[in-house]
């Protein structure tokens, strides 16, 4: 038996089995990440950021999102990877995380996908980092990001 059931953002379908959770897929380096759709709030073109002193390396500084500051955090360099220079297919992913905004820079948005639980294994490590699983799309994998650990 399948009931729907609506969220703030996005939908979830149940069922007996489990949950058919929808995620926002994007690229980072080579790699494909995604982040549930619950958390999403919107997707911008790069614009100007003012940079913040006295902040990590991989905080950019912020924007002015229709009145609001955002701090935009570049995930290459969350990530560890080297920085390159932004393109025309780099854009942020507004987050909202309990109230909080922020803004990933990634180097572009694919699509969203869902995966289901099923189809989701645990992270090889559970120790500190930003993964929360790595779900199964056809052939490939999609790294999946807790966003709440990738603020601190």
Same mark, same amino acid.
């Given at each position: 038996?399948?009931?729907?059931?609506?969220?703030?953002?996005?939908?979830?379908?149940?069922?007996?089995?489990?949950?058919?959770?929808?995620?926002?897929?994007?690229?980072?380096?080579?790699?494909?990440?995604?982040?549930?759709?619950?958390? @999403?709030?919107? !997707?911008?073109?790069? +614009?100007?950021i003012t940079p913040v002193p006295d902040v990590p390396t991989y905080v950019k500084g912020v924007i002015n999102l229709r009145g609001k500051i955002i701090p935009v955090l570049d995930m290459r360099l969350r990530l560890g990877m080297p920085e390159r220079p932004y393109d025309e297919r780099t854009c942020i992913i507004v987050v909202n995380v309990e109230g909080d905004l922020l803004g990933l820079i990634v180097d572009?948005?694919?699509? @969203?996908?869902? !995966?289901?639980?099923? +189809?989701?294994?645990?992270?090889?490590?559970?120790?500190?980092g930003f993964v929360m699983g790595l779900g199964k799309v056809g052939e490939g994998v999609k790294i999946l990001l807790d966003v709440h650990k990738i603020l601190r």
């Amino acid at each position: 038996m399948l009931m729907e059931k609506g969220r703030e953002r996005g939908e979830e379908m149940i069922n007996e089995g489990g949950t058919l959770e929808k995620y926002l897929t994007f690229r980072v380096g080579e790699e494909d990440y995604g982040i549930s759709i619950h958390y @999403v709030s919107e !997707i911008v073109g790069l +614009q100007k950021i003012t940079p913040v002193p006295d902040v990590p390396t991989y905080v950019k500084g912020v924007i002015n999102l229709r009145g609001k500051i955002i701090p935009v955090l570049d995930m290459r360099l969350r990530l560890g990877m080297p920085e390159r220079p932004y393109d025309e297919r780099t854009c942020i992913i507004v987050v909202n995380v309990e109230g909080d905004l922020l803004g990933l820079i990634v180097d572009r948005v694919n699509e @969203v996908t869902d !995966i289901p639980q099923e +189809q989701i294994e645990p992270p090889p490590s559970e120790e500190g980092g930003f993964v929360m699983g790595l779900g199964k799309v056809g052939e490939g994998v999609k790294i999946l990001l807790d966003v709440h650990k990738i603020l601190r």
